[in-house]
């Protein structure tokens, strides 16, 4: 199976399991749900700041799916390994928040999660993001993957986020930054209230 599609299936089963999460295991939620393949628990905020509203990051996201990236390459017998905050290959200026580039008297970058083969070598990078920020988050982290991507056909990339709920406007204001991605990283979006997997609508509008 190709590293692509093995991705997107780890991808199906993370937002699944967020799904559930969100609904079933918020911090001070009576009688958590048991048996939805996570231990992890969505934190509140602040009742005194923040009138202890649920904190929804992109950190929920990468836990969840390094849970079952491990779970996946078990029962599929495979040997994947990953890393976390990967350093690039090339170095960066996002000084600009209207042109992040490449440039060689840049610093070093990061990616969220990097998927290796048995060799060790970078197969796949992926990209979190919950929330939609706003649209510089966006071309930084397409100027990495699209960069790190260059002249090498075998490494695949990836943008993966979460919303708490989306709407025809959401899915125009998501699709309007998502432009400058390169045709061939795969995004993906999911809606934590509807329990959607979004992707085609904003890609659509």
């Known amino acids: 199976m190709e590293v692509k599609e093995v991705i997107n299936q780890i991808t199906d089963r993370t937002f699944k399991i967020l799904k559930s999460i969100y609904d079933n295991q918020k911090e001070g939620k009576d009688n958590p749900e048991r048996d939805n393949g996570s231990r992890l628990i969505f934190p509140h905020y602040s009742t005194v700041y923040r009138d202890g509203e649920t904190r929804i990051s992109e950190q929920e996201l990468r836990f ?69 920020p706003d649209k510089f988050c966006y071309k930084k982290d397409f100027c990495k993957l699209d960069s790190e991507k260059e002249g090498k056909p075998n490494l695949e990339t990836f943008f993966i986020m979460i919303v708490k709920n989306a709407d025809n406007d959401t899915f125009k204001n998501i699709n309007v930054k998502i432009q400058n991605k390169d045709k061939e990283t795969v995004f993906r979006c999911y809606d934590l209230e509807a329990g959607e997997d979004i992707t085609s609508k904003i890609e659509e509008s």
């Open 64 to 132: 969840v799916f390094i849970e079952q990236f491990n779970a996946y390459c078990v029962e599929n017998n495979l040997m994947l390994f990953y890393s976390v905050e990967t350093p690039t290959e090339y170095k960066y200026t996002f000084t600009d928040k209207n042109n992040p580039h490449k440039d060689e008297d840049g610093q070093s970058a990061m990616f969220d999660l990097c998927i290796h083969n048995e060799k060790l070598e970078r197969i796949a990078l992926i990209e979190f993001k919950a929330l939609n």
